[in-house]
């Protein structure tokens, strides 16, 4: 069983909709990072969040600790929010600050 | 002020061949981490290093290297290159390691290695 699992794997949505990703993990964790990644590789880091709710524009994240579980909100969505988005934990075992695990990532695809 | 930087973009080497990959790090970020993404996957830890140090190493056998500099930049290092090794790797910096699981990683752009 992976570390850490995504939901769903690809996703397509229409410009306007609300929409909603979310990953599961499976270790004790210090922080957990959404990414943004664009076709050509480029990351880009849009949240560190270690319990609680952020909001960034029209992104919102949030994480329960217990649960082992965190989710990301798109709303208004638009076709350039159209990117992969990894989920990327740090777990807070092996002594190595830094290290993060991460998931398959969510294709996402909002069409005009 | 310049983003994490990574040089090459795209390389081609053949099978058994050695390669090295830079990484300059934001101004100011101490330490340096790097990730293996493999096509369609998400990214794999490889290395974090500090002030010169190892403070990390992922599941990688002993053909991968890494080294970190005075100035925070860094090289990786992949000897004996496998069919296996061709990915997306990437570099990511941030300021201080011990809080680096709290602190933003800030990603270059990669370095796509193809293995013929």
Redesign the interface.
Known sequence: KNE?EQSPQNLTAQEGEFITINCSYSVG???L?W?QQHP??????LF?L?SGKKKHGRLIATINIQEKHSSLHITASHPRDSAVY?C?P?P?Y????????????TKLSVKP | DAGVTQSPTHLIKTRGQQVTLRCSPISGHKSVSWYQQVLGQGPQFIFQYYEKEERGRGNFPDRFSARQFPNYSSELNVNALLLGDSALYLCASSYHPDRASTDTQYFGPGTRLTVL
């Open positions: 850490v964790i210090s922080a990072h990414l050509g590789g480029g990351i880009v880091s560190m270690s990894i990327a740090s807070n092996g002594g190595s600050q830094g290290n993060l695990i991460f998931g398959k990532g």
